[in-house]
């Protein structure tokens, strides 16, 4: 059960300190003593003669600090972006804006793992979702490095599935479904709306789904077809 707030008890020690302290007597209509159209500020009288040698000291100082403070930040930046902005190009379009992304967010979680003020838990949690960000911006941009290497080495790390061809008498064709050799028959799921999936063999020129020579196998494969 959720805790809720009581009111105060009438003539509590508490309510009459609040009812003593709020007393705005002095703001009355008995008190007033003029009136007038015009801007919060007409009787703020500024004269800069006035002002102390130490405040003028101080303002100067902080004016300092700031441009100071902006003139690191560029230098810092130019040492940071320096090899994003040497590798964009203007025809990456999109890939060249989620590079410019990886690259604010990175700097922004180190700045964050260092330096964070907020609750750990408040932390953590911005952290991980950093990361999280920063790991879909890279296969975004680049899944699985496909654009830079050569397509026997991609076909390497992924396994060989292949489709259930059907060929027709009006001289159609159509594929269906991914399937990896296992034994004598294969291991797949179908296409379509209701897909059977499981360990396949032909049986009379049909492909039927029927009993695995080795379910541990079957069950490994499906998983992996899944993953991939």
């Not at 007409?42 to 004016?63: C, N, V």
């Not at 700045?111 to 999280?132: F, G, M, Q, V, W």
């Not at 001289?171 to 291991?187: E, L, M």
Request: aromatic share 12%; net charge negative; hydrophobic share 30%.
């Amino acid at each position: 059960m959720l805790l809720q707030s009581k009111p105060l008890a009438i003539g509590s020690k508490l309510e009459k300190e609040l009812t003593e302290s709020a007393d705005h007597s002095g703001f009355s209509p008995d008190n007033v003593e003029s009136q007038y159209i015009g801007s919060f500020f007409d009787d703020f009288k500024y004269d800069s003669h006035k002002i102390s040698l130490k405040t003028r000291l101080e303002w100067a100082w902080r004016d300092l600090k700031g441009k100071y403070h902006d003139m690191r930040y560029r230098i810092r930046n130019r040492r940071v972006w320096r090899k994003t902005l040497n590798e964009i190009r203007p025809w990456e379009g999109f890939h060249g804006l989620l590079t410019v992304m990886q690259t604010h967010l990175r700097d922004y979680l180190e700045i964050e793992e260092k330096y964070s003020h907020t609750a750990e838990e408040e932390r953590n949690r911005c952290i991980a979702s950093l990361k999280e960000t920063l790991s879909l911006l890279e296969r975004m941009n680049d899944p699985d490095e496909y654009y830079h290497r050569r397509k026997e080495a991609v076909d390497d790390r992924y396994p060989k599935y292949k489709s259930l061809i059907t060929h027709y008498k009006n001289g159609g064709s159509s594929t269906s479904g991914d399937f990896v050799a296992q034994g004598g028959g294969w291991v797949g799921q179908e296409a379509g709306k209701d897909p059977r999936e499981g360990y396949f063999e032909f049986i009379n020129g049909e492909f039927e789904l029927t009993e695995s020579p080795d379910q541990t196998e079957t069950d490994r494969l499906l998983a992996e077809l899944r993953q991939y």
